[in-house]
């Protein structure tokens, strides 16, 4: 294997957090129309739950088949065949006859959506090693305002014109963005000659020889399982509770948003502290939400405080899940510099993994205990990334590294 000189592309970190934020945001525009979709398809809550549960399987499906191809293929020409494949599904679920091709458009939704996480890992190649966390934190930014504010748009635009609308427009703005890669980013050539088979074979020696990519991996994954908990079912408690439709579920979005402008100071703070210290800071914020939102829905008060106490709790939710997320994506990128695709694909593969079984969990936890049994959960789950934050090896340290890329490459 021959290893080519080092180039840092110009391409602009803000740019590359609006990819991720277009990228991303198609996985999301489901959650707060899932009511809508039942009224059209006349199948219960229990049902559509699960074309949440779908994109996020897809999402990790791309993750591990398309995402190594960052570290093998030119990935501006990558990214953008994906963003116009992305495009056509999104046709294809806005005009699914039945809530079965619904569902099974949503999972090519995801499969491809996962295009953002091709554009994430170049985020460290443009700056120093000492920045690498501001890098993430500025892109990551893009990332998580995709995700909070696509159910907005989502609950904005369907108020208007319909669930299916929604799905229309999006796959324009994504076919829109083609020629955009085109013309702002240069082409972006793999830092080695790699093949795919070889570059997917190398996931399992990164996961077998790499604890802190484990460990990483299992805490985001039980983090996002846990967030995934109270965006599947908010339009559900919403609906239940209050008698609010998919446009006031959608506006939790601009609420949660909020909580995404953390981003930065994560990324600077773990430059400064180490990523462990801000991922323990992430997940004492998350439980902290969890205890609020369960605790405003049984305590007597107003429906307005009711909600304010909602509010509340929805930004330090995404404040605490933004500082664990940019924590663990900090250390990962410090491992391996070359295969930061396959490290990204490792990781992202085990998180998403972990969002879809949050999510049917939610959902199976809403069914049979309501807003009790979700909170119970998500606190569950965050308790078990405590324990494997706190087993873990702290002898590996936040910059632990192979330098070598022939061990990734055993027979």
């Not at 116009?84 to 091709?101: D, E, K, Q, R, Y």
Request: aromatic share 8%.
């Amino acid at each position: 294997m021959t290893t080519l000189a080092k180039t840092r592309p110009r391409a602009p970190l803000p740019f590359l957090g609006l990819a991720c934020a277009v990228g991303v945001s198609t996985m999301y525009y489901n959650q707060p129309l899932l009511l809508e979709m039942g009224h059209t398809y006349g199948v219960t809550a229990g049902h559509t739950g699960f074309v949440a549960v779908a994109t996020q399987i897809g999402y990790a499906v791309g993750l591990l088949a398309f995402v190594p191809l960052g570290d093998v293929l030119e990935r501006r020409g990558l990214m953008m065949r994906m963003y116009g494949t992305v495009a056509v599904a999104l046709l294809l679920v806005a005009l699914a006859p039945s809530i079965n091709l619904l569902i099974a458009g949503s999972v090519l939704i995801g499969m491809f959506a996962s295009v953002t996480h091709v554009a994430l890992p170049i985020a460290p190649d443009l700056v120093s090693h000492e920045q690498r966390g501001r890098a993430i934190g500025t892109v990551m930014t893009g990332l998580l305002l995709g995700i909070l504010l696509a159910r907005t748009f989502a609950g904005w635009v369907s108020g208007i014109h319909g669930w299916r609308w929604v799905f229309v427009v999006a796959a324009v703005m994504n076919a829109s963005f083609v020629p955009l890669i085109k013309r702002v980013m240069p082409k972006l050539p793999p830092q080695q000659k790699l093949r795919y088979s070889d570059a997917m074979k190398s996931l399992w020696t990164l996961v077998r020889t790499q604890p802190l990519l484990r460990e990483s991996s299992i805490i985001g994954a039980l983090v996002f399982a846990s967030f995934s908990c109270f965006w599947t079912t908010l339009a559900f408690l919403l609906n239940s509770h209050y008698g609010l439709g998919a446009g006031v579920a959608g506006t939790f979005g601009v609420v949660g948003a909020a909580g995404a402008l953390v981003a930065p100071l994560a990324g600077r703070l773990a430059d400064k502290h180490g990523s462990r210290w801000v991922v323990s800071v992430g997940m004492a914020l998350l439980a902290a939400s969890y205890l609020m939102l369960w605790a405003e829905e049984t305590a007597r008060i107003s429906t307005a405080l009711h909600l304010t106490a909602l509010v509340v709790g929805v930004v330090v939710l995404d404040m605490g899940a933004q500082m664990t997320q940019v924590a663990n994506q900090t250390r990962i990128f410090g491992l391996v510099p070359s295969a930061r695709s396959r490290l990204n694909t490792v990781y992202m593969t085990v998180y998403f993994s972990g969002a879809a079984a949050g999510s049917a969990l939610a959902t199976i936890a809403w069914v049979h205990w309501g807003w009790k049994g979700v909170c119970i959960l998500a606190l569950g789950l965050i308790a078990l990334a405590g324990i494997v934050h706190a087993l873990g090896d702290r002898g590996t340290g936040d910059h632990c590294k192979v330098t070598t890329e022939d061990v990734f490459m055993e027979a």
